[in-house]
């Protein structure tokens, strides 16, 4: 019998209020208030998500950052900074203890990507999984796009969707980014370059490292479209029915004090 999850679409929110969401989630599957869920979400404005290892000092152009009128906020997953701007992002919270999840970060990555996969299809994208070579060619870089990792979508051997994964009380969470289109000169003005030259160069290697769904596509694709392609992805990847859900009082409440105390704090944001 194919399990039923909760699918919740929280559209267009801030960056703090996103990242406070996805945490609270993590807690209450973890005391079973709520099923494994998938949730789709937008940011507004645009916000600059660091990993939770992450260090802004020398790394992150902050005055940047603010010209832009982007929000930065740290995440409770590791990995490098990403730039949610014109994009779909996708979390999963399921227990490290579901039948259908391997004990291997790796290996997990690799089950809830199915969905991912299966929502590239749909919109007839010819994306695989990311299988590297050896060890990944781990360079300095703070930006998340110019490498993928073990079984995160590429399409033409370019980076089409970056993931990340956390677990904490027994609970997987991952999360990630699908671009619709990237600015990258907007991309690259927000992190710290020995130089303009190095920063260009950067900037004109992008092109070969990451590719958005318009790309892949070679047309326009709506927003409503790729949430119903991926939808339906999920749905097929993980042979699962999707149950819409929206949140009680109570929760857009606790939701509100954790997005308060902890993601629109400096402390949080700016540690490292």
């Avoid at 209020?17 to 709520?34: F, G, R, T």
């Avoid at 007839?124 to 590297?132: K, R, T, W």
Wanted: include cysteine.
């Amino acid at each position: 019998m194919t399990e039923t999850w909760y699918f919740i679409d929280t559209e267009k929110q801030t960056p703090a209020y996103n990242m406070a969401v996805d945490e609270c989630l993590l807690h209450w599957h973890s005391k079973n208030k709520i099923p494994p869920t998938i949730r789709f979400y937008e940011w507004l404005p645009a916000g600059l998500s660091i990993g939770y290892f992450q260090k802004t000092v020398n790394k992150i152009d902050l005055e940047a950052v603010r010209n832009h009128g982007i929000d930065l906020v740290r995440r409770l997953t590791g990995g490098r900074a990403v730039l949610h701007d014109q994009e779909l992002t996708y979390s999963v919270i399921v227990s490290e203890a579901h039948p259908k999840m391997p004990k291997s970060i790796k290996e997990a990555y690799m089950v809830l990507s199915k969905g991912l996969l299966e929502g590239f299809r749909s919109l007839g994208i010819d994306a695989s999984f990311a299988i590297p070579e050896g060890k990944l060619n781990t360079t300095q870089s703070a930006v998340c796009f110019e490498e993928p990792s073990w079984y995160e979508l590429v399409v033409d051997q370019k980076k089409a969707a970056g993931s990340a994964q956390t677990r904490k009380q027994g609970v997987i969470l991952q999360h990630g980014s699908i671009p619709l289109s990237v600015d990258n000169d907007k991309l690259y003005d927000l992190f710290i370059y020995r130089n303009e030259r190095v920063k260009q160069r950067a900037r004109d290697a992008f092109d070969n490292k990451a590719i958005s769904i318009e790309q892949a596509a070679n047309r326009k694709v709506t927003l409503k479209e790729v949430k119903e392609a991926f939808k339906k992805g999920f749905e097929k990847g993980l042979d699962i029915k999707l149950q819409e859900f929206q949140f009680t009082k109570e929760q857009e409440q606790e939701i509100s004090e954790l997005m308060e105390r902890k993601y629109l704090s400096d402390q949080w944001n700016f540690t490292r």
